[in-house]
């Protein structure tokens, strides 16, 4: 008996995620959030076309708020393998309407992209994040931008746009790899006047990283973690859980079948600490984050009672 109490206190400490600052306080939860895409556009790799009309988009954004999601991140460009770029403009007539809407109707959103112009504009409708899934390396004005507006940032790691990235997936140790640059950005986005506490980070799981890149991002999101910022994962409906979920013919099953795995990934991570999971189907992840919220506590309470009693024992054998 005591000798298992011993043990839980050597265990790692469950350390309280950070969270940045410049939101509202409603979203500030002992728990990991959840963010519902909405992709305005016609060729996401999994709901392309599906919310493409501003008035879909933003009865889908309502929805997944209604379904627990607690931010939208709303897009106007798709990232998919071998898409190509839209011009701002389109961009912007695609995302602004949508924000505009959602903004209205009390949502906090995020906006999905890789320019500085569309970050501002965004930001001017109400946009409260802005999700540049290039760290900062697709527009030299988009850290400017995210100082001068003071808008939370999401870093996410990358290596190239979506036509190209694929030939990027080349790691020595793909998590100390994705940490380091990651490192170069918070030093550039320090730089450029970025406050560190506006600051999120992001792995960018399946951006110029295949399958196998993918697994050691999720098992050892404590290094990233140990950043010191907070961690946005985006597993959701991805490429790398298509392939893990394979019959035994070694089809990857498609994007809508992977909302299970996506919820797993989401308790695992959110077990971890990571901030929020950015999601396609909100329902699962809603409640894999609360799972995990309560394993944390628990855990949590578990190592209090044990280091508690572990006093006692080590005051009782010095007696
Ligand atoms: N993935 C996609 C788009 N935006 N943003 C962040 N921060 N992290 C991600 O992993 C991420 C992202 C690609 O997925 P989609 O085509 O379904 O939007």
Redesign the pocket.
């Known amino acids: 008996m005591t000798g298992a109490r011993a043990s839980t206190v050597t265990r790692a400490p469950v350390s309280s995620a950070p969270r940045p600052t410049g939101l509202p306080e409603r979203l500030a939860l002992d728990r990991t959030l959840v963010?519902g895409?909405v992709?305005v556009?016609p060729d996401?790799?999994?709901?392309?076309g599906r919310w493409f009309e501003p008035a879909a988009a933003v009865r889908h954004g309502l929805e997944l708020l209604a379904e627990g999601a607690d931010l939208l991140?709303v897009?106007g460009e798709?990232?998919?393998p071998d898409a190509g770029r839209v011009p701002a403009d389109v961009e912007l007539g695609r995302v602004l309407p949508v924000i505009d809407a959602l903004v209205a109707h009390g949502a906090v959103v995020s906006v999905?992209t890789t320019r500085a112009e569309v970050a501002r504009v965004a930001v001017d409708h109400g946009a409260l994040i802005i999700?540049?899934?290039s760290g900062g390396l697709a527009d030299p004005d988009m850290y400017r931008t995210a100082a001068r507006t003071g808008a939370v940032y999401?870093a996410?790691h990358w290596r190239g746009h979506a036509d190209v990235m694929d030939a990027f997936d080349v790691y020595d140790d793909v998590v100390a790899d994705v940490r380091r640059e990651l490192g170069d950005r918070l030093r550039a986005l320090a730089a450029a006047g970025v406050a560190a506490d506006r600051i999120?980070v992001?792995?960018?799981?399946?951006?110029a990283k295949s399958g196998a890149s993918n697994w050691p991002l999720l098992a050892r999101i404590d290094e990233l973690a140990s950043l010191g910022h907070p961690v946005?994962?985006?597993?959701?409906?991805?490429r790398f859980l298509g392939h893990l979920l394979a019959g035994s013919g070694g089809e990857p099953v498609g994007?809508l079948d992977r909302d299970d795995a996506t919820a797993a990934v989401t308790a695992l991570v959110a077990a971890a600490g990571a901030w929020c999971v950015?999601v396609?189907a909100v329902h699962g992840s809603a409640d894999a984050v609360r799972v995990a919220a309560a394993w944390r506590s628990a855990r949590a309470t578990e190592n209090d009672t044990g280091k508690q009693l572990d006093d006692t024992t080590t005051k009782d054998v010095t007696r």
């Open positions: 963010m895409v992709n556009t996401s790799f999994s709901d392309g991140d897009g798709s990232t998919r999905d999700n540049d899934v999401v996410m999120v992001d792995p960018g799981l399946g951006f946005l994962v985006g597993a959701s409906r991805k994007p950015r396609h």
